[in-house]
């Protein structure tokens, strides 16, 4: 138990303590003002998190620019080493990480946060081993000159994180970036931050004080501030395509690097040979259904040949109506709740469009809770959309909810058409048993994280990032700490 752990008793305590206040240079500092953050199963005000504007997101930078210069000069696998005891402080704690998470998210404890919280703390270890691969090259350019490249931190990062996945997220800037010897900035979403705010400060235990530092507030006033502020260096960022390109025209204006993890619509192809209990697992999977369907990479467009459609969407239907929706913090829980009453509406709508669409076809699975005391607003029926014209707004959007679009396909040039028919480039799946078609297929799909016959998550070691307009760069990788929290700079030095 780590010493910020140990001082809370349960969930509530957390929510508790972290009222309306920033994590700024190794303190927790008071803010004026506060957002409510509410508790999605039952609608009721979980607690309040900071409403952070200009001047205390100003202040965080400042303590991050403090300590870049110690931080930056500490040796790089002494920055790894506190990177990876913070990993597995985290883990130590994951129970009331997790808890705090179910609580905030409406996630399933059992089949979402937990697993979430060991993620996070498995790439904190990933990243914590990579402080020796921080090397530069040394260049045949001249007998006379000694021509090499060194790796240099960029200085004050900030980061940027939506709600659906956050401590994940959030570990997949703040890991590399710490060991690459940058200082850094996390802005908290205000959906979900409490959890954010305590893995932050176990793994600020580890850390000199303003290495790291957590903010919470609006999008348009926090988060603005953040990219536009003068001495932030580097913005990694991580939610909608919308809110992306804002961040990008920002960091343009004062020609900053950003990392961009935006939005997807990942089309997941199941072909005649594939074996059809493995595809059914993985389109629930990889539909992340157990997240209500709120991923980026969700295989939200599901193809699948005429030879199987049938029995495919038998088993997919009979798997969907086995899984229990409800409470979020029972074990028995598979699904739990949308994020907010927003989403929720933008899911809906989705849906009533699908229905008003010629010779569609709409399928909800499973059933509400029943006898709860819970507030059902936020529970939603997991739904499949049938015979959708390719144009349709439910087959081009991305829906971030548990809504999947499945198209039945003959012809194999036609589907590999269809699938690369998207604005969007995160993911792909592939389902065959024929190498050849695996290849063949994985080699022209458009989208950065390519699958064939399985459908996993982000992994840490795994480079992960998307194409079009799903966003610039990669994480959880030695290719992203180098590519995207570190600078070269080349050094020619006259040896006569
Ligand atoms: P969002 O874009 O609304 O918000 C993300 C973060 O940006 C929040 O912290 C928010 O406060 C902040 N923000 C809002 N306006 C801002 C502004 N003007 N300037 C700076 N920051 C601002 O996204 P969300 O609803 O929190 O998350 C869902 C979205 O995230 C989905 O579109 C999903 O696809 C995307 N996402 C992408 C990935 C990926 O890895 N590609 C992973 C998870 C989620």
Redesign the pocket.
């Known amino acids: 138990m780590t010493q910020i752990a140990s001082t809370f008793p349960d969930s509530q305590a957390v929510t508790a303590a972290y009222r309306n206040l920033n994590l700024v240079g190794g303190k927790r500092v008071p803010v004026s003002t506060g957002l409510d953050v509410l508790n999605p199963a039952t609608g009721a005000v979980l607690g309040q998190a900071a409403a952070s504007g200009a001047e205390e997101t100003g202040a965080a930078v400042a303590a991050a620019k403090e300590a870049f210069p110690a931080w930056g000069a500490t040796p790089a696998r002494e920055r790894g080493k506190a990177v990876a005891a913070a990993g597995r402080a985290l883990l130590e704690n994951f129970e009331l990480v997790a808890q705090v998470l179910a609580r905030e998210t409406g996630k399933a404890i059992r089949t979402e946060c937990r697993g979430e919280v060991k993620t996070a703390a498995d790439i904190l270890e990933f990243y914590g081993g990579l402080g020796s691969e921080l090397k530069g090259e040394t260049i045949p350019f001249s007998p006379n000159m000694l021509t090499m490249t060194t790796r240099e931190p960029l200085g004050v990062v900030g980061a ?6 956050p401590l994940v ?1 959030m570990m997949l800037k703040i890991a590399p970036a710490l060991v690459a010897g940058n200082t850094v900035v996390v ?5 979900a931050p409490f959890a954010t705010y305590l893995a932050a400060e176990i793994v600020m235990e580890f850390l000199p004080a303003g290495v790291l530092n957590v903010i919470n ?4 006033d ?3 501030a ?2 536009a502020h003068p001495d932030v260096a580097k913005i990694t ?8 390109e ?2 990008y025209k ?1 960091a343009a204006e004062r020609i900053v690097p950003v990392s961009l ?4 619509k990942s089309p997941m192809i199941v072909c005649d040979d594939a074996n059809l209990d493995k595809a059914v697992a993985g389109a629930i999977s990889g539909m992340r259904f157990t997240r209500q369907g ?4 969700a295989s939200s467009r599901i193809y699948v040949h005429e030879s199987l459609y049938e029995p495919f969407l038998k088993a997919l239907t009979d798997a969907l109506n086995a899984l229990k929706i409800g409470d979020p913090l029972d074990e028995e829980t598979d699904i739990g709740t949308i ?1 907010n009453a927003k ?1 929720a509406a933008v899911v809906d709508d989705y849906v009533a469009q699908a229905e008003a669409a010629k010779g569609a076809t709409v399928i909800r699975c499973g059933q509400m809770p029943e006898g709860t005391t819970l507030s059902l607003d936020l529970f939603a029926l997991p739904t499949l959309l049938l015979d959708l014209p390719e144009d349709h707004p439910c087959v081009q959007n ?1 829906i ?1 909810g548990p809504v999947a679009v499945v198209q039945k396909w003959s012809d194999y040039e036609d589907v590999i058409a269809k699938a690369n028919d998207s604005r969007y480039g ?1 993911a792909a799946t592939v389902w065959t048993e024929t190498l050849s078609t695996a290849l063949d297929a994985t080699s022209r799909l458009n989208a950065g994280y390519v699958q064939v016959n399985q459908n996993l998550t ?1 992994q840490p070691n795994v480079s ?3 194409f079009g307009r ?2 610039l760069g990669k ?1 959880a990788s030695l290719e992203a700490m180098l590519a995207h929290f570190t600078r070269s700079k080349t050094i020619v030095i006259a040896m006569d």
Do not use: D, H, R
């Not at 940027?160 to 996945?165: F, G, L, Q």
């Open positions: 940027i994180v939506p709600w659906n996945v997220l802005k908290a979403s205000e959906e507030g609006n999008g348009p926090c988060g603005a953040l990219t960022f991580t939610g909608s395509e919308a809110v992306g804002t961040v920002a993890e935006l939005g997807g709120q991923s980026c990479t994020i989403q991305e971030f995160l982000i992960y990032g998307g799903s966003g994480e």
